[in-house]
């Protein structure tokens, strides 16, 4: 029962979070939702960088990694919002600021995974 709280307290404070960074920062562009963009990558970051401490030297526990990286980068990062605001571009604007967004999210995502694992390898 413990780690259902952990989930579900992490998830919520990543959830407000990100509805928060939206909210401020997804009017800037109309044909790019900086806010959504920018969560995702920093929630890839944190996931790479909390997998990457807890599987050098357990250094943060199992119950951390579920509060952390299952809970808080859960409700922090948000693919279907990723994928609705991928749609609207599509509908709404040109097949340029669509491709930027979903390659851009995408390949910028995987590198930041795989930086947060290697800062985590050089500690």
Do not use: D, P
């Not at 109309?30 to 807890?54: A, K, M, P, Q």
């Not at 050098?56 to 980068?73: D, P, S, V």
């Not at 999210?105 to 985590?120: E, K, N, R």
């Amino acid at each position: 029962m413990k780690q259902f709280l952990l989930v579900f307290l992490g998830g919520g404070l990543g959830s407000i979070l990100r509805y928060w960074i939206s909210k401020n920062l997804n009017s800037y562009y109309s044909n790019f939702y900086l806010g959504t963009f920018l969560v995702n990558i920093i929630g890839c970051l944190l996931i790479g960088i909390l997998i990457g401490l807890s599987l050098k030297h357990n250094y943060i526990t199992q119950n951390q990694t579920l509060l952390l990286a299952t809970g808080f980068c859960g409700g922090f990062t948000t693919f279907s919002t990723f994928a609705l605001e991928s749609n609207i571009l599509l509908k709404e604007s040109s097949i340029l600021y669509t491709s930027l967004y979903l390659g851009l999210s995408v390949a910028l995502g995987i590198l930041a995974i795989s930086f947060g694992l290697w800062l985590c390898k050089m500690l």
